[in-house]
Nanobody
Framework: QLQASGGGLVQAGGSLRIPCAAS????????MGWFRQAPGKEREFVAT????????YYADSVKGRFTISRDNAKNTVYLQMNSLRPEDTAVYYC???????????????WGQGTQVTVSS
C-alpha cells in the first residue's frame, strides 16, 4: 500500500515536499516513481528512482526544479518541488515498478494521490 501526503496550496516560486509511505511489501526492492495528472489531461511521468537511490531520472518539465529521493529505512519516497509554477498544479501519485522506467504501464501499484495547487 502506498500513501502520498503533504500536498496543498502554494504560491508560484514556492516549494513543497511530498512524501509517499509504503507498507506491506519489500519497499527497498522496487523502483519508485512519481506521476501527476492535471484536470483534463493524461497522467504523466514526473520522476523515478532506482531501489538503491543511485539513479534518478526526471521529465524535462521538472528537471532542475524537482528532486526525488528515498529512505529505505523509513519505506518512504519523497518529491522535493522547488520553483513551483502554476502548470505544476495536479494530483501527484507515487507508484512502484520492478524495472527502472518512465512508462506508466510498468508501474504495478499506485497510491491514492495528493493534490498540489500552485497559485500565480
Amino acid at each position: 500500500q502506498l500513501q502520498a501526503s503533504g500536498g496543498g496550496l502554494v504560491q508560484a516560486g514556492g516549494s513543497l515536499r511530498i512524501p509517499c509511505a509504503a507498507s506491506g511489501g519489500t519497499f527497498s526492492s522496487y523502483t519508485m516513481g512519481w506521476f501527476r495528472q492535471a484536470p483534463g489531461k493524461e497522467r504523466e511521468f514526473v520522476a523515478t528512482i532506482t531501489w538503491s537511490g543511485r539513479s534518478t531520472y526526471y521529465a524535462d518539465s521538472v528537471k532542475g526544479r524537482f528532486t526525488i529521493s528515498r529512505d529505505n529505512a523509513k519505506n518512504t519516497v519523497y518529491l522535493q518541488m522547488n520553483s513551483l509554477r502554476p502548470e505544476d498544479t495536479a494530483v501527484y501519485y507515487c507508484a512502484t515498478a520492478r524495472t527502472y522506467s518512465i512508462r506508466k504501464y510498468e508501474y504495478d501499484y499506485w497510491g491514492q494521490g495528493t493534490q498540489v495547487t500552485v497559485s500565480s
